[in-house]
């Protein structure tokens, strides 16, 4: 008897590997997620992301004019909300960094206010990536101070890849902490429809290489185009078996229950 339910089970492993479509067979490995990073003020491509059509992931900038209410049009649609930080970068003008935006030279006392303060003004933040950054997150007392800061209030951490010498990996994972990483950007400010497709091709054939495969794009000058784009490359990207998360869908119990106690408390 015990024989024939080994042969039976062998049987049904060999059947499943042999002949399961890749579309179930690899279902873990088909979720991607889409980060659209700049939100809070009055640009161009805020008004069709928020409609809530394609499931994105909105990253609001914190002590901008529409901050909050962005936040909560962005919630109420269906969408995933997270803090996109401003970060210091190595180079640039400082009027990209965005209002109270988080240098090197600040202490520590100065960055937990300015994180508390971004926290309070994105109600429904599951989650935080960097905007800029390419100095702030080589920086281990400031990265470290962000790691706490995810840590203490359940968020998870996405990195947004703007230098390749990141602590945030590494310090999220000594804090066992959920941090992702963005793999492709999507837009630049020149990009077309046509060249955001394209990148959605890319990020389709390049998917299945990685576990957890986030791609950003943006809102701003060509936030038009990058929704246009996103949305005529979705079809490829179905095609191909994927299906669009929110990467919270990735994360432990502790992430939910900071969606629950965020969701219920607004
Ligand atoms: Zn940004």
Not at 6 to 27: E, G, H, W
Not at 164 to 184: D, G, T, W
Request: proline letters at 5%.
């Amino acid at each position: 008897m015990a024989v024939n339910i080994v042969t039976r089970t062998v049987c049904l492993l060999i059947f499943l590997v042999m002949f399961c479509p890749n579309t179930i067979c690899d279902a873990a490995n088909k979720d991607v997620a889409i980060i659209i990073d700049d939100f809070g003020g009055n640009v161009k491509g805020v008004d069709a992301f928020l409609q809530g059509d394609i499931p994105v992931t909105v990253a609001i900038m914190p002590n901008m004019p529409y901050t909050t209410e962005q936040a909560i049009a962005a919630h109420e649609n269906g969408l995933e909300v997270i803090i996109h930080l401003p970060l210091e970068p190595k180079n640039g003008k400082a009027s990209w960094l965005g209002p109270n935006g988080i240098t090197v030279d600040l202490s520590n006392e100065e960055i937990n206010k300015r994180l508390r303060e971004a926290y309070e003004q994105i109600p429904y933040a599951v989650g935080l990536n960097n905007h800029m950054g390419s100095k702030a997150m080589e920086d281990k007392r400031i990265v470290g101070l962000i790691v706490e800061f995810a840590k203490t209030n359940g968020l998870y951490l996405v990195d947004s890849k703007t230098t390749p010498h990141s602590v945030m990996p590494e310090l999220a994972l000594k804090a066992q902490i959920p941090c992702f990483e963005n793999k492709l950007f999507l837009d630049d400010t020149l990009s077309t429809t046509q060249q955001v497709q394209a990148k959605m091709q890319t990020f389709a054939a390049k998917g299945n290489m990685h576990q957890h495969p986030i791609a950003i794009g943006h809102v701003g000058v060509k936030g038009e185009q990058t929704y246009a784009g996103i949305k005529a490359g979705l079809p490829h990207l179905k095609k191909q078996g994927y299906k669009l998360v929110f990467p919270s869908a990735w994360t432990n119990s502790q992430i939910e229950q900071t969606l629950q106690k965020r969701n219920g408390n607004k």
